[in-house]
C-alpha cells in the first residue's frame, strides 16, 4: 500500500534566487519578510533568515502543488501542510524536508492515515481508515508496511492479532458484536495455480488462511474487591473480611458470573470462613444463564432474569 502522491517535489535551490522582493540584513541577504519568484517557475513567501527560508512560509510549485507551514534553514520542518498534484494531502510534522513525527495523509480514494511517520513512511503506530468499506486497521506499522499488533475493525465485527508485511499472522481472534470470539490462527499458504500459470517461471506468492479452533462467549464483567470502608460509629459488626468482600461482589455482579467454584456456604459472622479455591480455572462453558424458575432459586428471583444458576446468593435471614 503505498502513498498516492507522495513523491517529494524538488524546491529551487538557495543558491538559484530568481527575483525578490522584501526584508535584508545588513549584508544585503535576504532577511525577514519576502516573496520570491524562482528561475523554474515557483514562488515562495514567507520568512527569511540569513538568505534562508526559515519560520512560516508558503511554497508554490507550478506543478500546483503547494506547501504551507514551517521552514528551518531551506527545509520543511515543524508542522506543515503539504498539497500534492493528484489532490492528496499531508498534514503534521516535518523533518529534514520529509513526513517525520505525527501527522494525517488523506489520500485522493479518501482514505486516511492518522499515526506516526519516519522518513516519509508509515512508521509507530497509526491508524489506516478504508473509506469504501468502513473498516480501519490500528495497530503498528514497520516501514510502510502493516506490521505487528493490530486490530482490523469492521462494520459488524473485528479481527485481533498480528500483522506481517500486512497479512495476518499467526494466532488471533475474531470478534463479534452478537456476543462471541472465535479464536484460531493465520497460516500462510500456497497460492493455488493451474496448469497454464504452473508452466511459467513465476514467484510464488503465500495467502495467509484462517483456522479456527474454538468459540467463546464475551466477558461482559470482570468483578474486583471494593475497598474497605472505615468503620462508623455504632454500626452493626462486620463480616469476616472473606465473606463480607464476597458477599458485596456478589451483590455488585448481580449474577452476571458463575461463582459455583466458591467452597463452602456464605455464613453468618462467626462461623466458618468463606475461601476460594485456588485451583479453579475458568472455563467459558461455565457461564451460563437460566431465566426460567426464579421461585426456586434462595434469592427468590430478587436478582431478575439475569441472575445465574446455581444461584450464589446467601439465603434471606429467618422471620
Known sequence: MSDLGSEELEEEGENDLGEYEGERNEAGERH??????????????????????????????????????????????????FIYPDGSRYEGEWADDQRHGHGTYYYVNNDTYTGEWLAHQRHGQGTYLYAETGSKYVGSWVHGQQDGAAELVHLNHRYQGKFLSKNPVGPGKYVFDVGCEQHGEYRLTDVERGEEEEEEETLISVVPKWKAIKITELALWTPSLPQEQPPTVGAVPEEPPAAEGMAEVLEEAQGFGDFSDLEGDFLKPGEEDVTMSDSHEYRPDEFRYDPLDNSARPCGGRQGLHCCWPCPCPPPPAQ
Request: proline share 2%.
Open 32 to 81: 525577514g519578510h519576502g516573496r520570491a519568484r524562482l528561475p523554474n517557475g515557483d514562488t515562495y513567501e514567507g520568512q527569511y533568515e540569513n538568505g534562508q527560508r526559515h519560520g512560516q512560509g508558503t511554497y508554490k510549485f507550478r506543478s500546483g502543488a503547494r506547501y504551507i507551514g514551517e521552514y528551518n534553514k531551506n527545509k520543511k520542518h515543524g508542522q506543515g501542510i
